[in-house]
């Protein structure tokens, strides 16, 4: 899917999200609200923990 399609149909569920956005979220240069991160989900028919990965890896303990 492409950052348009993806910006799209993220705005038909009402997120205010273009594709340069979506752009700077995969380059990790804006955070995702959670808001989005679910609505992201729903688009891509993906769990959070799916779309997130592992976050373990990132565990300081």
Same mark, same amino acid.
């Given at each position: 899917m492409s950052q348009?399609?993806?910006?799209?149909?993220? +705005?038909? /569920?009402?997120?205010? =999200?273009? +594709?340069? /956005?979506?752009?700077? =979220?995969?380059?990790n240069e804006r955070f995702v609200k959670d808001y989005e991160l679910a609505c992201f989900c729903k688009v891509l028919h993906v769990t959070e923990r799916e779309l997130l990965g592992d976050l373990e890896q990132f565990d300081t303990e």
């Open positions: 348009e399609m993806l910006a799209a149909q993220m +705005q038909l /569920l009402g997120v205010d =999200i273009n +594709q340069r /956005l979506i752009s700077k =979220i995969e380059r």
